[in-house]
């Protein structure tokens, strides 16, 4: 996933990273048998980093194509820049949506909401 090769890429060997998954609604579509049902989730992953951060500016052209941020050390970094906006498009095209927040030098976080299906056991229930 982009989002995580991005949090490698722009942190440096004393950040952290997290990634947080978490089920915000859920909905049985469909008993398939005694062990699985298949279910409609709606998941928001969060991708935090302690890394270089993004300035304001950045932050508005972050998911335009080709957009490398030409500053302090996220420069040099290898990259064609398309990951973003190409991520953001398939989010999007899946009715899920993306959102960022970050300090500059202090660290980023990526929100990324979506729908999918799944199938679970009964597990899921208990
Ligand atoms: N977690 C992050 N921390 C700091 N800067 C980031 C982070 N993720 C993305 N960026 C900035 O956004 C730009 C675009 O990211 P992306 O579209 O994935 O392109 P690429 O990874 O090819 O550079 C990056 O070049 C970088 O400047
Ligand atoms: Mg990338």
Known sequence: MNFLSNALKFTDKHSRITVLVKVLESQVTKEIDAENTEMYISLQLSILDTG???SQEGLSNLFIDFGKLEEGSSRNRQGTG??????KNIIERMG?????????????????????????TPDYFE
């Open 52 to 54: 270089v951060g993004i």
């Open 82 to 87: 398309l990951g973003l906006s190409i991520c």
């Open 96 to 120: 899920g949506s993306v959102s960022v927040k970050s300090t500059l030098g202090k660290g980023t976080e990526f929100k990324v909401i979506f729908k999918t299906k799944c199938r679970v």
